[in-house]
């Protein structure tokens, strides 16, 4: 079992940046293919990033996060965050992390086998 927590999440005006964090305390997050999605209400939920297992830390962005957000690890906190710049109002939902016990960045949120409670990011003047 992985035990998922997501931060970091707010309120921020257009333009801005927020970093979310994605730590687990049980396994080493390196072994897992993480992804960022997000959901809003009555939506499905939609990858934002994601990033293969450490042998090769591939990262996939799809058109409307390509250059604007960015999927990291960092070995030592056993963390991988999400750096999100340019913020638009369109990015405001819910967003989970989750993990799949597979070797490849994956898109499909039912390749992923554990889940994180959701951070809520809020854009708006």
């Known amino acids: 079992q992985v035990h998922l927590v997501e931060s970091g999440g707010g309120l921020v005006q257009p333009g801005g940046s927020l970093r979310l964090s994605c730590t687990a305390s049980?396994?080493?997050?390196?072994?897992?293919?993480i992804g960022w999605f997000r959901q809003a209400p009555g939506t499905e939920r939609e990858v934002v990033a994601a990033i293969s297992s450490s042998r090769s830390n591939s990262t996939y962005y799809p058109g409307s996060t390509q250059g604007r957000f960015t999927i990291s690890r960092d070995k030592v906190k056993n963390t991988v965050y999400l750096q999100m710049n340019n913020l638009k109002p369109e990015d405001t939902s819910i967003y989970y992390c989750?993990?799949?016990?597979?070797?490849?960045?994956?898109?499909?949120?039912?390749?992923?086998?554990?889940w994180g409670q959701g951070t809520q990011v809020t854009v708006s003047s």
């Open positions: 989750g993990a799949a016990e597979i070797s490849v960045a994956v898109t499909n949120p039912r390749w992923y086998d554990y």
């Open positions: 049980e396994r080493n997050l390196e072994n897992y293919a």
